[in-house]
């Protein structure tokens, strides 16, 4: 069993790609979560993953009752977290969904910041024919004045 260095225990193997398509398989690559239908397209299906409905750093068993098919906005948004069940999981998951959508949806009503004019910059210190050849002299990051 492989060391979760976050909690220092041992957690269960990761799912294999055999163990991970045939969840996705039984779960007709649906999203248990958010109902995602990861055959409608491509994009779709790169976004199915596999979850541990109980977090391998959890304690949560590679067993197909602990997995289900999920896209990886859902996976992320549920996270480590422990619930007491798998409905518990999927409303935490579908609530935290519609917040960051509210959330989105509002921020791309807000009309973006007007630009304030910088002050021009004074004009460079002109160079000598001794500083434009030295390499130190150019370069952007250079402190020595020239």
Known sequence: MPLDLT?????????????????????????QYCGLDGMASFENALAMSVDFVIPRA????KDPR????CCRSC????????YR???DAKSYVL?????LAKAWEEKKLVPPVARTTKPEKASPPEKTKAAS??????????IRKG
């Not at 909690?7 to 999203?31: H, M, S, W």
């Not at 959890?58 to 068993?61: D, E, L, N, S």
């Open 95 to 99: 609530a935290r969904r519609a917040e």
């Open 85 to 87: 069940n798998f409905d």
């Open 7 to 31: 909690t220092l225990t041992l957690v269960a193997k990761p799912v294999t790609l055999e163990e991970g398509l045939d969840i996705l398989e039984r779960d007709q690559y649906c999203c």
């Open 133 to 142: 050849a030295s390499v130190i002299g150019s370069s952007p990051l250079s």
């Open 75 to 82: 996976n992320m948004i549920k996270g480590r977290r422990v």
């Open 66 to 69: 602990n997995l289900v098919a």
């Open 58 to 61: 959890r304690k949560g068993k």
